[in-house]
């Protein structure tokens, strides 16, 4: 009885899950696993209703329930011995593969015990190494993906956590065991590859990975695809690091002319890529050009996310900056001005996004002699003192301050400067703090053409969210059993009262 209602709640489960009536799937489970006895809670069937609400759970971003069901499931299904001629122990050690590398992502993406995501690829990757890559089984290439998805996933674990030389061994290891020489999966090899020589800077290996890809996505999709425009990008981005910015320049453009083609000339994602492409114009000493892709890029911001917003106030500094190398002050200070009071509006003063923008507009009163406005604004600085900006950042910013005024002659207000900064630093003598300001590294005075300082950090966020975003996409075929995983159960369910009725046949004729 109990077989045939959850039969009729796994139906259920099926519509909810297809609608992604996500709460209603885990509702249906829930009242699945109510209507096992505990005989039967050592059952696959009972452990595949379970895997299924974990998994579940794990979409869902509940990873600290979704680990708690995936470890209760391996204490059911370990055994001491398999058999790898027995079919159904092959069966159970595929379903304790696919559970730890399910738990692995778990581990990989929840906020505590990320490094035991290791540790579970690992299990997993010597399991099916063991049992499941015989050559006689008969589901080989289907174990054979789960081998080439756990190398993925153990790569990216590593990638995850900074250690790209071990990465790069798994990945490589992925890569000679690919047959398939044109398919998506090894795409997103080869770009793992390119990825983790990129941060060792071996930016030549980065590139013919990158370039590999490429040739691959050629075949697969057309020249406007997300997948082809984005290894251009990459492509870009290592030259640009690389110091090859001619050839930078000319993949930005590529990925600039394709984005404008795959999405609406005025999207974020356009203004972006050009501002990339701007960032290089500069890196490779041409200014004027530089400015006229800002441009297009602040303007594509401004009709897209509006002027109250953090993003166009980014768009305004970068143009800003861009005039002030070229030494038009005042054009950069209509920029920094309107940047400034944007940030003043939406984050306040008390930050150190705020402060360095003031300490820019400081510099640039300076430089075109606006004394009321350079008093006005380096009050509000001083003042920062007596409330919430932390006592490391005011001490910076006055350092900062120290340096605009010894860089432009002005010693006389050093003094002042001095007798705010013993507020944060009393152990300082005034000579020691003129040593420091001179010392100090700061972005704001001496703009380098190439912008590096201003950008760097912005970049390699702005990236890594890129890479990262699907980084354990190897694991995605395991999932896709879930319908195949009931619908065996199902049969298995039926044949077993089709031999009952058999029986029950037999006996009546007797």
Do not use: W
């Not at 299904?77 to 122990?89: A, F, I, P, S, T």
């Not at 001619?246 to 993949?251: L, S």
């Not at 453009?253 to 501002?275: G, R």
Request: glycine share 2%.
């Amino acid at each position: 009885m109990n077989k045939n209602k959850r039969a009729s709640l796994r139906k259920e489960f099926l519509e909810s899950y297809k609608a992604k009536d996500y709460l209603a799937s885990i509702d249906n489970l829930e009242n699945i696993l109510k209507l096992y006895s505990e005989e039967e809670k050592e059952t696959i069937e009972y452990c595949t209703d379970v895997y299924n609400l974990a998994y579940i759970q794990q979409m869902l971003g509940k990873f600290s329930l979704s680990i708690n069901y995936y470890k209760k499931l391996l204490k059911i299904l370990d055994k001491k011995e398999y058999d790898v001629n027995n079919k159904e122990d092959i069966e159970r050690i595929d379903f304790i593969v696919s559970i730890e590398n399910c738990l692995g992502v778990c581990y990989g993406k929840s906020s505590i015990k990320q490094t035991f995501s290791i540790n579970c690829f690992e299990r997993a990757l010597n399991l099916t190494k063991k049992y499941l890559m015989h050559k006689d089984l008969k589901d080989k290439d289907l174990y054979t993906e789960r081998f080439l998805s756990t190398l993925h996933n153990i790569g990216s674990s590593y990638y995850d956590i900074g250690q790209y030389e071990d990465a790069i061994y798994y990945f490589l290891e992925e890569l000679s065991n690919r047959s398939n020489q044109g398919n998506i999966e090894r795409v997103d090899n080869l770009n793992y590859l390119g990825y983790c020589y990129e941060k060792l800077k071996k930016y030549d290996d980065a590139i013919g990975y990158f370039k590999q890809a490429l040739d691959i996505i050629k075949v697969l999709f057309s020249l406007t695809s997300e997948e082809y425009i984005a290894n251009v990008y990459y492509i870009a981005s290592v030259y640009s690091k690389m110091g090859d910015y001619d050839k930078a320049i000319k993949n930005y453009e590529i990925a600039c002319n394709l984005l404008e083609q795959k999405v609406d000339k005025k999207h974020p994602y356009v203004a972006e890529a050009f501002s990339k492409l701007s960032d290089n114009y500069l890196k490779a000493d041409r200014a004027q050009d530089a400015l006229d892709i800002q441009l297009k890029s602040l303007n594509i911001v401004k009709e897209t996310v509006g002027e109250k917003h953090m993003f166009y106030a980014s768009a305004l500094k970068r143009t800003g900056d861009i005039y002030y190398i070229l030494g038009n002050y005042e054009k950069a200070l209509f920029y920094y001005e309107t940047e400034n009071s944007i940030k003043e509006e939406i984050i306040g003063i008390y930050n150190e996004e705020f402060v360095n923008s003031l300490l820019n507009l400081i510099n640039v009163y300076v430089k075109t002699n606006k004394k009321d406005k350079e008093e006005e604004a380096k009050n509000k600085l001083l003042k920062m003192v007596d409330f919430d900006l932390p006592k490391k950042s005011y001490e910076k910013a006055l350092l900062v301050l120290c340096k605009i005024y010894i860089t432009n002659d002005l010693a006389k207000e050093l003094y002042d400067i001095y007798e705010n900064y013993k507020y944060v630093n009393d152990t300082d003598s005034f000579d020691d703090m003129i040593k420091k300001a001179k010392d100090i590294e700061e972005d704001i005075i001496e703009k380098n053409k190439t912008l590096d300082d201003i950008y760097e950090e912005e970049e390699e966020i702005d990236e890594l969210e890129d890479f990262r975003e699907d980084i354990f996409d190897g694991i995605k075929n395991l999932f896709d059993g879930i319908k195949e995983e009931i619908d065996k159960i199902e049969r298995k369910q039926k044949k077993e009262e089709n031999k009952q009725d058999n029986d029950e046949e037999k006996e009546d004729n007797i």
